[in-house]
């Protein structure tokens, strides 16, 4: 496999295409980022962690019927992954209260929901992101009602098989970001990452942060929080 020109640059990965048209490779960076761009800074090695636990997570994942972008894991940094065009939305699910979920509805982090929430942001960096529902992206033609109902019932899967393999390992699943592509054929798969970059892992016994909020919290130990979670995969 050929790796080609840069076909995109977001502020965590890079993207190339290969002599393959239905095949790209993703090239995961250190540079982290927060607030949509307005804190910036490195922490060192997280392209290898988000790399090796993202495509850890995406196998676990196809093993339970859901369909992914991962192909195959190149290199410490790079995996060459299904071309896809992204659905812009940012699709969170949450388990328990935190982040601007407690911020937006005035309470405090750490309240375990009955059930998951879901809620899509329509991917606009000139915008920040702003919360949007249904209606609004079949208005703004982001997506189908299929490909969005679809894309519900992949997001609630995700959270099932996720919420139980990390509770195995002493982490609360508190809430997580997908994005999803469509393929050259029109189908819907996940794709983008799944790490301590797009999660909130709390360990079950103290409620430690073991993800990205250790950086846009300035908590420390960000590294640390990082290398803590692939030890406890086994990565
Ligand atoms: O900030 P907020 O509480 O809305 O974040 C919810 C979840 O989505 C967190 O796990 C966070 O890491 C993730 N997220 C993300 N990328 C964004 C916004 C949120 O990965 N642009």
């Not at 295409?17 to 922490?43: E, H, W």
């Not at 929430?117 to 209606?135: A, H, Q, R, V, W």
């Not at 079949?138 to 139980?164: H, S």
Request: charged share 30%.
């Amino acid at each position: 496999m050929k790796k080609c020109e840069q076909i995109y640059e977001g502020k965590a990965k890079k993207v190339f295409a290969t002599d393959d048209p239905n095949l790209c490779i993703v090239d995961y960076k250190d540079d982290a980022t927060a607030f949509n761009g307005q804190k910036k800074g490195t922490i060192v090695g997280k392209g290898v962690v988000n790399n090796r636990m993202s495509n850890f997570m995406f196998q676990l994942l196809e093993k339970h019927g859901v369909k992914t972008h991962f192909v195959e894991e190149l290199s410490d940094r790079e995996t060459l992954v299904k071309k896809v065009s992204i659905v812009p939305l940012e699709v969170i699910i949450r388990n328990l209260s935190a982040g601007s979920f407690a911020k937006r509805y005035g309470v405090e982090e750490g309240i375990e929901f009955a059930q998951p929430t879901i809620e899509f942001s329509y991917k606009n960096d000139d915008l920040g992101d702003p919360l949007i529902n249904d209606y609004h992206a079949l208005a703004l033609g982001l997506a189908t009602q299929e490909e969005i109902d679809t894309i519900k019932a992949m997001a609630f899967k995700v959270n099932e098989v996720m919420k139980e393999y990390f509770k195995k390992l002493d982490v609360i699943l508190v809430d997580f970001k997908l994005e999803f592509g469509k393929t050259a054929d029109g189908e819907i798969v996940l794709a983008d990452e799944i790490s301590p970059d797009t999660c909130r892992f709390w360990d079950v016994h103290t409620h430690e942060k073991l993800d990205k909020d250790r950086f846009r919290r300035d908590l420390g130990g960000v590294e640390e929080a990082y290398a803590e979670m692939m030890k406890r995969i086994g990565l």
